[in-house]
């Protein structure tokens, strides 16, 4: 089983939005997946009890308990598990961080976020994970402020990843309803960006994209 944990410092960065709609492609894609909720608000654990038992499974967790929890999910069949964290919490960040094999940085691309993604590149850097930072919510139209946010991210030492999430109303409508962007509009921008922002880390945990192809 791959993990991958889904960290941020800061609130509202887009965590347990990045980490349901990956968990919901490797689901589709023909993997077992989990989301393993640490954040107090158990906003996926909550999203997780609309779904009436469609996959992917949400538990919910407490960092002194996550070995436990990654083995049982193993045991289950699961083969991606997706550590959602809370902001704010530095020993449940690194907890999470230690355990996973990859760990992304939701960032908005605003000088708010940008400040405060050192904290957050810092705990990827103690737990000597290898970590890059997606840019999330990025304006509709242009590029040049996701641009500047993108070299802003360099400066701090950490990879950025080559797919950036738009700020689009079908990630937030899809979450209402129970669901994400693609299954809520399959043939959506949103949709797209995300089966290829999973397809992209799914190269770096080593796991194939879909069970039935063969990893080399």
């Known amino acids: ?37 640490l954040d107090p608000q158990s906003s996926a654990g909550g999203w997780g009890e ?12 407490h960092a002194p308990r996550l070995a436990s929890i990654l083995d049982a ?16 919490s530095q020993g449940d960040a690194l907890a999470a961080a230690k355990a996973a094999d990859f760990i992304l940085i939701p960032c908005r691309p ?14 990827a850097q103690l737990a000597g994970k290898p970590a890059a930072v997606v840019l999330n919510a990025c304006p509709p139209q242009g590029r040049a402020l996701a641009d500047e946010a993108e070299q802003a991210v360099k400066g701090y030492g950490v990879d950025v990843a080559p797919v950036r999430l738009v700020q689009r109303a079908a990630y937030a409508h899809s979450l209402a309803a129970g669901q994400t962007a693609q299954e809520y509009e399959p043939n959506g921008k949103a949709a797209e960006e995300i089966s290829q922002l999973y397809a992209w880390a ?3 945990v080593g796991m194939s994209a879909s069970p039935l192809e063969v990893t080399p």
């Open 1 to 37: 089983m791959k993990t991958i944990a889904v960290l941020s410092q800061k609130g509202g960065t887009g965590k347990t939005t990045l980490a349901l709609h990956l968990a919901v492609a490797a689901e589709a894609a023909g993997h077992t997946a989990a989301v393993i909720d």
């Open 50 to 61: 609309s779904r009436a038992g469609e996959g992917p499974t949400v538990a919910i967790a």
């Open 73 to 88: 999910a193993a045991a289950n069949g699961a083969t991606l598990a997706i550590l959602d964290t809370a902001p704010h």
């Open 110 to 123: 605003g000088i708010l976020d940008l400040r405060a993604i050192g904290a957050t590149v810092q705990i």
């Open 202 to 204: 799914c190269q770096h």
